[in-house]
């Protein structure tokens, strides 16, 4: 079936806005993470879905990030208030039994 | 804390070439270990895994042997080529830490030239 999609591919907001990004996992899978690459941090973990468990959101950098997922299934990743430093590419990943996640193609987020 | 040391890029090599991209890790209990590669303008796809002591990944010529004396995990190839060329990055998850998240290495470009 289809991989993890995500959208948008790129987004350009100005400072202060709020972004919100989006993913589909694959159909069945049960976890769903959330993870942020950029140039000084390298890959790092962000947030986590198990079914209907509470998320652990012990890699969310500040308040200002937040996100939720839905059905079990589509998972947003909201931003409030972006800053500089909140540029990276943010990427989703599913998994159905913890051993292999599969990635999707990031969204690449610029701030003004 | 779990932690992925990579050795530090980049790595240019000839085609042809062998190919070791060391990592090694930091983990309480027993990780299971992956490499992961990003080729130019695409997603990270997994390359290749290992869930216990001794166990060999391998894909695409790539290997890695999961050795938990030297807490080790180094990537390997016989004969790089052109199409090679990528990210690599090393990746634990360990299923005491919530979900099994990725822990993940610095990453490494290789580029091999023809």
């Known amino acids: 079936g289809a991989g993890v999609s995500q959208s948008p591919s790129n987004k350009v907001t100005e400072k202060g806005k709020d972004v919100e990004l989006r993913c589909d996992p694959i159909s069945g899978h049960t976890a769903l993470y959330w993870y942020r690459q950029s140039l000084g941090q390298g890959l790092e973990f962000l947030i986590y879905?198990?079914?209907?468990?509470?998320?652990?959101k012990s890699g969310l950098p500040s308040d200002r990030f937040s996100a939720e997922r839905t059905g079990g299934s589509v998972s947003t990743l909201t931003i409030q208030r972006t800053q500089q430093e909140d540029s990276a590419v943010y990427l989703c990943?599913?998994?159905?039994?913890?051993?292999?996640?599969?990635f999707g193609p990031g969204t690449r987020l610029t701030v003004l | 804390g779990n932690s992925v040391t990579q050795m530090e890029g980049p790595v240019t090599l000839s085609e042809e070439a062998f190919l070791t991209i060391n990592c090694t890790y930091t983990?309480?209990?027993?990780?299971?270990l992956f490499w992961y590669v990003q080729y130019p303008g695409e997603g990270l796809q997994l390359l290749l895994k290992a869930t216990k002591a001794d166990d060999k990944g391998s894909n695409k010529g790539f290997e890695a042997t999961y050795r938990k004396e030297t807490t080790s995990f180094h990537l390997e190839k016989g004969s790089v080529q052109v199409s090679d060329s990528a990210v690599y990055f090393c990746?634990?998850?360990?299923?005491?830490?919530?979900?099994?998240?990725?822990?993940f290495g610095e990453g490494t470009q290789l580029t091999v030239n023809p």
């Open positions: 990746a634990l998850s360990a299923q005491e830490t919530s979900g099994s998240r990725l822990t």
């Open positions: 983990a309480t209990g027993y990780p299971s």
């Open positions: 879905f198990q079914g209907n468990s509470a998320p652990d």
């Open positions: 990943a599913s998994s159905a039994y913890y051993i292999e996640q599969f």
